[in-house]
């Protein structure tokens, strides 16, 4: 924790925000219950949150230079040349309507639409662990028309109206221009069916194994158009392999395997397929677009498809174990501060599994 600290350390003006900032930490990694601003204030002995409220809300630190100070530190310990970048956004629960962004809206971790909040992520994993990496807080045009409300949640009147696909490639963009290793890119269909942004991470080569729906329109190897269902269809039995997307908490996730060239026209060294995973208990079928060297095999494919769930397990270790959840803020500027610390937190947390799993010494949490 100690080094964690040295690296942000600098991005605080004063040396009350700069303890501050570690006792915060310290009490996102605890075993406390709870982890809101009365209880960090109460384990770091404080008769009252005014301390911490104020190292979110007003103390002058640089929010963004932690993030990739966060960013950095995971690269330097979980960093593989095959490493994978994952998208997918979660919902924080919400009451009433002063949060920044907050509306009735579809929350993945409810499975239903709910008064919340929806954070847009991106993480990243390796074979020494995974963690998340950037963050930005999405506002529906609900709070992006009206103005008045932007000011009363302190949102800068600069920030406009971003889809989650946009801001997902402006995550992927600060990752990609910082150089961190990368091998793939994979999301879920909410992200995986744009086509602008699978062109975008083409023109910046990076490979990319993305969920899409079954309509969606492939060019084929001959030059038409078919659907992706239709594509799979015509498939033989003998084009399936069963193969593992991953260690799951039960063993192995064994499905059924396929792919399709499709596209034409490949670039030297690079390839196109239309992968698809089907369930070997209900027999339903997920569809993947993906692009990556030509010499891929089909469980490279479906190792990468696998691997988006680590951003699922980053969620939960997060509101599990760092309170990435259970801020009580509704300024944009304290929910950036919560969330960038958090994932700091977790991101420790990460980095000390990985160096448990390698026989090193694990670091304490003061």
């Given at each position: 924790m100690d080094r964690l600290h040295a690296r942000i350390g600098p991005r605080f003006r004063r040396s009350e925000p700069r303890l501050r900032v570690r006792q915060y930490l310290c009490g996102l990694v605890s075993g406390l219950g709870r982890k809101n601003g009365w209880t960090l204030a109460e384990q770091a002995g404080d008769v009252s949150p005014d301390g911490m409220q104020r190292l979110l809300r007003w103390a002058d630190w640089d929010v963004d230079a932690v993030r990739d100070d966060v960013r950095d530190y995971v690269v330097e310990h979980l960093g593989d040349p095959s490493g994978v970048l994952i998208v997918d956004d979660t919902g924080f629960l919400k009451k009433g309507s002063r949060s920044a962004g907050v509306q009735r809206q579809y929350s993945g971790t409810a499975g239903r639409t709910e008064n919340c909040q929806v954070g847009t992520f991106l993480a990243y994993r390796s074979?020494?662990?995974?963690?998340?990496?950037?963050?930005?807080?999405?506002?529906?045009?609900?709070?992006?028309d009206d103005r008045d409300r932007y000011r009363a949640a302190g949102i800068p009147d600069e920030v406009e109206f971003a889809t989650k696909v946009q801001m997902a490639r402006e995550m992927l963009g600060r990752a990609l221009d910082a150089g961190v290793p990368v091998g793939w890119v994979t999301m879920d269909e909410a992200y995986g069916q744009s086509k602008a942004l699978r062109v975008w991470l083409e023109q910046r080569d990076v490979g990319y194994v993305v969920a899409t729906g079954r309509n969606d329109d492939m060019i084929t190897t001959s030059m038409g158009t078919a659907r992706a269902d239709q594509l799979i269809?015509?498939?033989?039995?003998?084009?399936?392999?069963?193969?593992?997307?991953?260690?799951?908490?039960?063993?192995?996730?064994?499905?059924?395997?396929?792919?399709?060239?499709?596209?034409?026209?490949?670039?030297?060294?690079?390839?196109?397929?239309?992968?698809?995973?089907?369930?070997?208990?209900?027999?339903?079928?997920?569809?993947?677009?993906?692009?990556?060297?030509?010499?891929?095999?089909?469980?490279?494919?479906?190792?990468?498809?696998?691997?988006?769930?680590?951003?699922?397990?980053?969620?939960?270790?997060?509101?599990?174990?760092?309170?990435?959840?259970?801020?009580?803020?509704?300024?944009?500027?304290?929910?950036?501060?919560?969330?960038?610390?958090?994932?700091?937190?977790?991101?420790?947390?990460?980095?000390?599994?990985?160096?448990?799993?390698?026989?090193?010494?694990?670091?304490?949490t003061t």
């Open positions: 074979a020494k662990g995974h963690a998340l990496i950037d963050r930005q807080l999405y506002l529906p045009t609900s709070w992006t269809a015509n498939l033989p039995a003998q084009a399936w392999c069963r193969l593992s997307a991953g260690a799951g908490a039960h063993g192995p996730r064994e499905y059924w395997w396929a792919r399709v060239p499709v596209r034409i026209c490949w670039q030297p060294g690079r390839g196109h397929w239309l992968l698809a995973r089907r369930s070997m208990t209900t027999g339903e079928i997920a569809y993947y677009v993906c692009y990556g060297p030509r010499r891929t095999r089909l469980v490279d494919l479906a190792r990468i498809a696998g691997a988006r769930w680590a951003i699922e397990e980053c969620f939960q270790q997060a509101k599990n174990e760092a309170g990435l959840d259970e801020y009580q803020v509704r300024d944009w500027r304290a929910w950036y501060t919560h969330i960038t610390l958090s994932m700091a937190a977790h991101a420790w947390l990460s980095v000390a599994r990985s160096l448990t799993a390698e026989g090193d010494p694990v670091p304490a």
